[in-house]
């Protein structure tokens, strides 16, 4: 198995508790429960970004229920401040600069939420640099952190590494969601008091929305155990697709997405027909993003053989993340091209493959750091890409042995979450 190690040695925890109960002893003092500003929320219209807060909301609940949250969102549009509020409602949603000022001066602890890299830099600095927060700890939960690897894309100039090294070497702690993302961060100098993988917060994701789930799942005939979902995926997000946000086309980008699309659909498609005609199972389209629902409808439903089609639902608009994580559990497990759907089914026990290749970051990776290789496909690798269809095939046929894979992997990240939780309560004193 590709892992590094996750334990913290002495000289980096003694590093860590030398410094601890600085932010505490504000709080003590004050006898008033510590608080943490949590940034994260990059975006709405993919429920594996929306996913990122709920799960460490709820890993911030279990494990400092007497902390107080201050959430600094980038969006909590599309009725997604609605659902944190309903699971959260001692969350403070922190919008507008005064509130923004006036959690600097309140809270004692930065926490940068999990994100695809170091999405927040700038803010980390704002903090480190403002006199509202001079002195005030700050921590990284759960990145990825790796050199580019997209086709025909430039990586990242060397002086943007180093300024993120520069910050980052000034956390608390740095905990890295795959181990690539580690690997590259040592070798560019990251030198924080503690480093160790820290699985992405989303798989902590329990935000449900059980009776539209039920009601979406009885209109389509899906019963429980008796289907599974399937999320295709673009090379490269066509955001430019997204009605009403106006992104820009990048035409590099959109052709590279035509000249994969069907190598990299074909092996679903497959998939699909032998889940179908092998394991008497339906198969659900779903999306993950705003930009899936057209690309399941061209790539997945319509080159499917009649009657195969006819035990396929696919789900012609988007939802949010309470919603689908209830149909989830609710399913025999989860493949396709995307990583958050899998990482909330796994956080919850149920199975979930996944397919990846090069112009996505290194997060998929994690699956081998948590013990799912076998659940893991490069797509750009012909060996692997043949063996998707029949790998789904064996999950869907022995539901039992896969769910204990799955609680396995569960699991481990529980094990891992807990340990990084333990740290922030080391530094907060509690």
Not at 83 to 91: E, G, S, V, W
Not at 337 to 355: D, F, K, Q, R, V
Request: hydrophobic share 40%; with cysteine; net charge positive.
């Amino acid at each position: 198995m590709n892992t590094f190690p996750v334990s913290h040695n002495r000289r980096s925890f003694l590093a860590l508790t030398g410094l601890a109960g600085l932010s505490a002893t504000v709080w003590a003092k004050e006898k008033r429960p510590p608080r943490i500003l949590l940034r994260s929320s990059w975006q709405t219209v993919n429920i594996g970004d929306i996913a990122h807060t709920p799960g460490v909301l709820r890993l911030l609940e279990d494990h400092l229920p007497e902390a107080e949250v201050y959430l600094w969102p980038s969006r909590v549009d599309n009725g997604v401040d609605k659902l944190l509020l309903r699971r959260f409602p001692k969350l403070r949603i922190v919008q507008g600069n005064q509130a923004l000022a006036d959690a600097f001066t309140k809270c004692d602890f930065f926490l940068h939420g999990s994100g695809a890299n170091f999405v927040a830099e700038r803010h980390v600095g704002q903090w480190l640099s403002s006199p509202k927060s001079t002195g005030k700890p700050f921590g990284v939960y759960g990145i990825s952190f790796a050199p580019k690897q997209s086709w025909k894309t430039e990586p990242d100039p060397p002086e943007l590494t180093a300024r993120s090294i520069q910050i980052l070497n000034q956390a608390r702690f740095v905990y890295f969601r795959d181990s690539e993302s580690m690997r590259f961060a040592q070798s560019k100098g990251c030198r924080a008091p503690v480093m160790a993988f820290g699985p992405d917060g989303a798989f902590a994701c329990d935000v449900r929305d059980d009776a539209k789930a039920e009601a979406f799942l009885k209109t389509n005939d899906l019963r429980p155990g008796k289907f599974m979902c399937c999320i295709p995926r673009a090379r490269y997000t066509p955001g430019w697709t997204i009605p009403g946000k106006n992104y820009a086309k990048d035409p590099i980008k959109h052709a590279r997405n035509e000249e994969m699309m069907e190598h990299d659909h074909a092996p679903l498609r497959k998939a699909i027909t032998l889940v179908v005609r092998g394991a008497d199972l339906k198969v659900l389209l779903c999306p993950e993003d705003m930009t899936q629902m057209k690309i399941s409808k061209e790539m997945l439903y319509d080159p499917l053989p009649e009657d195969v089609k006819k035990r396929v639902v696919w789900r012609s608009d988007y939802w949010l993340t309470d919603e689908a994580l209830s149909v989830y559990v609710r399913s025999a497990g989860l493949f396709g091209n995307e990583l958050h759907s899998a990482i909330m089914c796994i956080g919850n026990g149920i199975p979930a493959l996944i397919c990846r290749w090069a112009e996505q970051t290194s997060k998929g990776t994690m699956w081998c750091d948590i013990g799912l290789n076998d659940w893991l496909f490069d797509l750009d690798d012909e060996a692997q890409l043949k063996r998707v269809a029949s790998t789904v095939l064996a999950v869907a046929k022995d539901p039992a042995a896969a769910r204990k894979q799955a609680k396995a992997a569960r699991a481990r990240v529980m094990k891992l979450q807990a340990e990084t939780m333990a740290v922030l309560q080391q530094e907060l004193g509690v």
